[in-house]
């Protein structure tokens, strides 16, 4: 679902990277005193002579959703979100992480990653959800709202303070809200739960040695079985957050990236202790896109 939205939003993103990174480059000179912006030693939050160190980043952009296909119930209607739920124009995207580098190869981050995307539709036809048939012609208010927390270890193989080859373990929770509400409030269907998952973790940065440098960040996993899921039904869920990015060291405090990261997973199964009114059958898989400008500072 490539358009124009994205090769503006690229170009646009792009030259305000190049543009800070000409900015923050550059030397100012102030009564004959040469300052030099991009080549400061001292960190503004770390300490160099501390065992331990703190990066903080954040992600601003938007968020595309490629394929979204729901079915709650044996006998519910699979439902499109972007082709009859609305979800086919672009979406405000954020997260924020917080890093504790331990020495020089162990690192803890804690990430909020927050995904609140609401809709509104008019049924073109009758869709069935948990045992509730919403008439065509329904006017629907939709949210799909999929925040989650992650905490992960990282161990880094490499030994260079610049580049990074790090493997490690998340455990994920979700906090899940998936509701369709008629316009008039009288037909309504939620589906709420709270979740672990693990999740294995990959990052990479390499520098290019000249401010520049290129980094990838994954966390995936994929289940399947009743006894790895934890579940008293076979049951399928998986999971891929993945990311490319191409940034600048600003300076030793600051870096700026440009990232695209695809978000993507679901379930397919039957929970026999789900609360709701239907049977407890899940049919859910989500594929999103992600453009965003970040920074870190440390």
């Known amino acids: 679902m490539f358009n124009h939205r994205f090769c503006c ?10 543009s800070l990174h000409e900015v923050f480059a550059q030397d100012i000179v102030v009564d004959d005193v040469e300052i030099s912006i991009g ?5 503004l939050i770390n300490d160099p002579d501390n065992w331990f160190s703190f990066r903080g980043g954040i992600e601003i952009g938007f968020i595309d959703v490629l394929s979204h296909k729901i079915q709650f119930g044996e006998n519910g209607s699979q439902f499109d979100y972007v082709e009859e739920g609305g979800q086919d124009i672009l ?18 981050i804690l990430l909020f990653q927050p995904l609140d995307i609401q809709t509104e539709a008019l049924l073109s036809r009758d869709i069935i959800v948990d045992d509730l048939t ?8 939709l949210r799909y709202g999929f925040d989650f927390w992650r905490l992960s270890y990282l161990y880094d193989f490499n030994r260079s303070p610049e580049k990074e080859v790090a493997i490690g373990l998340s455990l994920q929770i979700r906090n899940a809200s998936i509701r369709f509400v008629s316009s008039d409030g009288t037909l309504f269907r939620i589906n709420q739960n709270v979740g672990p998952v693990p999740i294995f973790k990959i990052r990479t940065r390499f520098p290019f ?8 960040e994954i966390d995936g996993f994929y289940a399947s079985g009743k006894y790895i899921t934890g579940s008293e039904n076979d049951f399928e869920g998986a999971i ?15 870096d700026t990236f440009l990232n695209i990261r695809y978000i993507g997973g679901g379930a397919q199964g039957t929970e026999e202790d789900d609360p ?18 970040g920074t870190y500072i440390k």
Do not use: C
């Open 9 to 18: 939003t690229i170009l646009v993103v792009l030259f305000v990277i190049f």
């Open 39 to 43: 080549s400061t030693d001292k960190s």
């Open 91 to 108: 979406f405000r995207f954020n997260r924020l992480t917080a890093e504790l580098h331990l020495g020089k190869r162990h690192t803890l």
């Open 134 to 141: 919403f008439p065509a012609n329904t006017s629907l208010q």
């Open 209 to 216: 040695g000249n401010g520049m440098w290129f980094g990838t």
């Open 240 to 254: 891929l957050d993945a990311s490319v990015r191409l940034g600048f060291e600003l300076s030793r405090s600051f």
């Open 276 to 293: 709701g009114p239907g049977d407890g059958y899940t049919d859910n898989w989500l594929h999103t896109l992600a453009i965003s400008l």
